[in-house]
């Protein structure tokens, strides 16, 4: 008989609304405290202590509108967030600090998290979606210098893009976009070049959430549909489908493949939490705690396995926090 479902290991309250984005910072040295950042739907980016299971600082940048997006530059004391209000927040933390030191304005009004690609020492490419309904714009940070807009030729009709991943195969090769785009495609960019190197229909509704993995090259997406596409990418730079697998019910907000790419998990509207094998797609594991929509799902990045975790957040305005296939 399959053991039944496990339940959190410890569950985060104290946001008082839903919880729309999570990020770990937990690979420092000690005596570093191993945090994991939250964005709320009323504007706050809480940092949470993983000792204490309590908020240690609430951070007020996006004028009390919903945080979507929430990740770390080279270490916990500088922070990204995008909001609601058009804005994408840089933040310095060290210290006690609780500033922002600059921003983006985006001028989109989708909820299209944006991507940050590390490319050299204190130098990162960040993808985002820009005023142009169909556009993404890809800044050089900190310098917020314009690498270029990569607009769909006339005709296309993507529609928005929903989600984006910005990745390359090792350090000097050139940056690619991975894009999710409302008519149900993905497309693959060239940066450099500002050009379509391969499309694919993936989906009948919008991309809602996509994960890669650049050793394998392969990708997987979700929409408002009862199905996950799982796409590879050859030789020659074209994507195809790769694998479809079913769910019982609609919708995915939000994938995410654990740094070992040994397994992934994904956030229902179904309020389940799904964790599958990432090399033949096998389901592992349903778990059920949240009482409402989960809007987003994340891996910590402790250096040791059996340290890792999975935090889950939800509409319900709580965190569920889980230790699973930890071994290595």
């Given at each position: 008989?399959?053991?039944?479902?496990?339940?959190?290991?410890?569950?985060?309250?104290?946001?008082?609304?839903?919880?729309?984005?999570?990020?770990?910072?937990?690979?420092?040295?000690?005596?570093?405290?191993?945090?994991?950042?939250?964005?709320?739907?009323?504007?706050?980016?809480?940092?949470?202590?993983?000792?204490?299971?309590?908020?240690?600082?609430?951070?007020?940048?996006?004028?009390?509108?919903?945080?979507?997006?929430?990740?770390?530059?080279?270490?916990?004391?500088?922070?990204?967030?995008?909001?609601?209000?058009?804005?994408?927040?840089?933040?310095?933390?060290?210290?006690?600090?609780?500033?922002?030191?600059?921003?983006?304005?985006?001028?989109?009004?989708?909820?299209?998290?944006?991507?940050?690609?590390?490319?050299?020492?204190?130098?990162?490419?960040?993808?985002?979606?820009?005023?142009?309904?169909?556009?993404?714009?890809?800044?050089?940070l900190p310098s917020k210098t314009s690498v270029c807009t990569l607009k769909p030729e006339v005709g296309a009709k993507l529609g928005m893009p929903m989600c984006l991943k910005l990745w390359q195969l090792n350090c000097g090769s050139q940056p690619l976009l991975l894009a999710g785009y409302e008519d149900?495609?993905?497309?693959?960019?060239?940066?450099?070049?500002?050009?379509?190197?391969?499309?694919?229909?993936?989906?009948?509704?919008?991309?809602?959430?996509?994960?890669?993995?650049?050793?394998?090259?392969?990708?997987?997406?979700?929409?408002?549909?009862?199905?996950?596409?799982?796409?590879?990418?050859?030789?020659?730079?074209?994507?195809?489908?790769?694998?479809?697998?079913?769910?019982?019910?609609?919708?995915?907000?939000?994938?995410?493949?654990?740094?070992?790419?040994?397994?992934?998990?994904?956030?229902?509207?179904?309020?389940?939490?799904?964790?599958?094998?990432?090399?033949?797609?096998?389901?592992?594991?349903?778990?059920?705690?949240?009482?409402?929509?989960?809007?987003?799902?994340?891996?910590?990045?402790?250096?040791?396995?059996?340290?890792?975790?999975?935090?889950?957040?939800?509409?319900?305005?709580?965190?569920?926090?889980?230790?699973?296939?930890?071994?290595?």
């Open positions: 008989m399959a053991l039944p479902p496990p339940d959190p290991q410890f569950v985060l309250r104290g946001t008082s609304a839903a919880v729309h984005t999570l990020h770990f910072s937990c690979a420092g040295q000690e005596p570093n405290i191993p945090v994991l950042f939250s964005g709320s739907e009323t504007g706050f980016v809480h940092v949470w202590n993983l000792k204490t299971h309590r908020v240690d600082t609430a951070l007020d940048g996006h004028g009390r509108k919903s945080v979507y997006c929430v990740q770390t530059m080279d270490g916990k004391d500088r922070l990204l967030s995008q909001g609601r209000d058009q804005r994408i927040c840089l933040w310095d933390l060290a210290e006690g600090r609780t500033s922002v030191t600059d921003s983006v304005f985006t001028e989109h009004v989708g909820f299209c998290r944006c991507s940050l690609l590390k490319v050299a020492q204190g130098r990162w490419l960040m993808a985002m979606a820009a005023k142009g309904l169909e556009e993404v714009q890809v800044l050089e149900g495609s993905v497309v693959l960019w060239n940066v450099t070049m500002g050009k379509v190197l391969s499309q694919l229909v993936c989906h009948q509704e919008p991309v809602m959430s996509l994960d890669f993995d650049s050793e394998k090259a392969k990708g997987i997406s979700g929409s408002s549909e009862k199905v996950l596409r799982i796409w590879s990418l050859n030789e020659q730079q074209n994507l195809q489908v790769y694998k479809t697998h079913e769910l019982v019910n609609a919708g995915v907000s939000d994938i995410t493949i654990r740094p070992d790419k040994k397994i992934l998990a994904t956030a229902g509207w179904d309020h389940r939490i799904r964790i599958f094998g990432w090399k033949k797609l096998k389901p592992l594991a349903v778990l059920e705690y949240h009482t409402a929509t989960v809007h987003c799902v994340s891996f910590s990045d402790h250096r040791n396995p059996c340290e890792r975790l999975l935090a889950a957040g939800s509409k319900d305005h709580r965190i569920s926090v889980w230790s699973i296939y930890t071994e290595t």
